[in-house]
């Protein structure tokens, strides 16, 4: 997810979980060290389902938001 100001990447999160609420990401998301504006999260292959990502972010002025977005997946 990119952001219009930079992360501070010690308390910026992003999870994804399947419909059940069962985090399916196994490794913490990480800013981007070349663009610190952007957070990411590996996912492994996953099934038709429906899923959401759970987002925070603190920018480097201590400013925190948070929100979730769904997407499926056929």
Not at 12 to 33: C, F, I, M, R
Not at 36 to 65: C, Q
């Amino acid at each position: 997810i990119a952001f219009d100001g930079r992360l501070e990447p010690s308390f910026s999160t992003l999870t994804v979980t399947d419909t059940s609420g069962k985090q399916v990401n196994t490794v913490k998301a990480a800013v981007d060290a070349q663009q610190p504006t952007v957070i990411s999260v590996p996912l492994p292959s996953l099934s038709a389902g429906h899923y959401t990502v759970h987002w925070a972010a603190v920018a480097s002025d201590g400013h925190r938001t948070h929100g979730d977005y769904s997407f499926d997946v056929k």
